[in-house]
């Protein structure tokens, strides 16, 4: 049996049903569809593959 991923939020926030969950939380995506959107999109990322401080917009 495979280990499941961790993901965590890495840029800004996620909104799954009432939770709200923020930078550097672990979030569980409901499906494989959201997984790959958010995964796409740079909000979220493996747990343990996180991008480089040099790397992360830093909004400036």
């Given at each position: 049996m495979a280990a499941k991923i961790e993901y965590v939020v890495v840029d800004g926030c996620v909104q799954d049903?009432?939770?709200?969950?923020?930078?550097?939380?672990?979030y569980a995506p409901p499906s494989k569809e959201i997984l790959e959107l958010l995964l796409g999109e740079g909000k979220i990322a493996p747990r343990g593959k996180l991008p480089a401080k040099d790397e992360q917009d830093d909004g400036e």
């Open positions: 049903g009432s939770k709200i969950y923020k930078k550097g939380e672990t």
